[in-house]
């Protein structure tokens, strides 16, 4: 016998719950960065590189939804760019994001309930996997991979420029935060698949060989084994770091939260 119909499923437990609260914290996150794209193009507030940088009292944070900033691309060529400069930018890490093999999980089931849970019956029948369009794109993972290393490394070199006070030392909320989210995002970069797919010996079908004998210990198998959670924290972390540094800092003027110079 067999239950039919959108969410019809013989199961009796609170399945509905995870994919309620995972897609809530997507839309959440994918509606904060139209808010901050709508910022930068002046429809919010009045347009300044303030919201992406935050220069006060010697401290100088970037805005890591906006990372590295417009700063990074030559002025001719901005003047020419009619958008906000994250455009620019942001489609690496979005792509990263949006093609994570976790994520995918968490998008078919949050997003298109196809299907929301095991043994729940969905709306969409002819899904073929990954083979054609338009899914086959999620193919792509292993190169915004590269992108996404460089991503991290610019996030720590923000974290570090963030600790410099003019010509002081010293650390702030937004030091710390930005520290926080380097951090993290490092984690969830490392505890890739394609990464340990890579490091791991380009090795495709793990349950057919003995690499899980070979280097079932090694460092990017403990770290793999976290990869959802490092993708749900480092999500939270990006935005509450930028929510400080552009909406608390730069569009609501506010001073920082704790500052200590030498
Ligand atoms: S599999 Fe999730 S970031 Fe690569």
Same mark, same amino acid.
């Given at each position: 016998?067999?239950?039919?119909?959108?969410?019809?499923?013989?199961?009796?437990?609170?399945?509905?719950?995870?994919?309620?609260?995972?897609?809530?914290?997507?839309?959440?996150?994918?509606?904060?960065?139209?808010?901050?794209?709508?910022?930068?193009?002046?429809?919010?507030?009045?347009?300044?590189?303030?919201?992406?940088?935050?220069?006060?009292?010697?401290?100088?944070?970037?805005?890591?939804?906006? $990372?590295?900033?417009?700063?990074?691309?030559? &002025?001719? #060529? %901005?003047?020419?760019?009619? @958008?906000?400069? !994250? =455009?620019?930018?942001?489609?690496?890490?979005?792509?990263?994001?949006?093609?994570?093999?976790?994520?995918?999980?968490?998008?078919?089931?949050?997003?298109?309930?196809?299907?929301?849970?095991?043994?729940?019956?969905?709306?969409?029948?002819?899904?073929?996997?990954?083979?054609?369009?338009?899914?086959?794109?999620?193919?792509?993972?292993?190169?915004?991979?590269?992108?996404?290393?460089?991503?991290?490394?610019?996030?720590?070199?923000?974290?570090?420029?963030?600790?410099?006070?003019? $010509?002081?030392?010293?650390?702030?909320?937004? &030091?710390? #935060? %930005?520290?926080?989210?380097? @951090?993290?995002? !490092? =984690?969830?970069?490392?505890?890739?698949?394609?990464?340990?797919?890579?490091?791991?010996?380009?090795?495709?079908?793990?349950?057919?060989?003995?690499?899980?004998?070979?280097?079932?210990?090694?460092?990017?198998?403990?770290?793999?084994?976290?990869?959802?959670?490092?993708?749900?924290?480092?999500?939270?972390?990006?935005?509450?770091?930028?929510?400080?540094?552009?909406?608390?800092?730069?569009?609501?003027?506010?001073?920082?939260?704790?500052?200590?110079?030498?």
């Amino acid at each position: 016998m067999e239950k039919k119909g959108f969410f019809a499923t013989f199961r009796t437990d609170k399945w509905w719950i995870q994919p309620l609260v995972m897609g809530t914290i997507l839309i959440l996150f994918g509606v904060y960065t139209i808010a901050v794209l709508l910022i930068e193009h002046g429809a919010i507030g009045d347009y300044e590189n303030d919201f992406i940088y935050y220069n006060e009292n010697g401290a100088h944070y970037v805005s890591p939804i906006s $990372s590295p900033g417009p700063n990074a691309i030559p &002025s001719d #060529i %901005l003047s020419f760019w009619p @958008l906000p400069a !994250t =455009l620019l930018f942001i489609w690496a890490p979005l792509g990263f994001r949006g093609t994570c093999y976790y994520g995918r999980r968490v998008f078919y089931r949050s997003l298109l309930a196809n299907p929301a849970g095991c043994a729940v019956d969905k709306p969409i029948k002819s899904y073929n996997g990954e083979n054609a369009l338009p899914f086959i794109i999620m193919n792509s993972h292993r190169y915004f991979l590269y992108l996404a290393i460089i991503l991290a490394v610019l996030h720590w070199y923000h974290a570090f420029e963030s600790y410099f006070f003019g $010509s002081s030392v010293g650390v702030g909320f937004g &030091s710390l #935060i %930005l520290t926080i989210d380097a @951090l993290f995002l !490092t =984690l969830y970069v490392s505890s890739c698949h394609s990464l340990r797919n890579l490091v791991g010996g380009n090795v495709d079908c793990i349950s057919c060989t003995n690499y899980v004998k070979k280097t079932g210990n090694s460092w990017i198998n403990s770290l793999n084994r976290h990869h959802g959670l490092y993708f749900w924290i480092s999500l939270v972390t990006i935005m509450i770091a930028d929510f400080y540094i552009r909406i608390y800092l730069g569009l609501l003027g506010n001073d920082e939260i704790f500052q200590w110079v030498l």
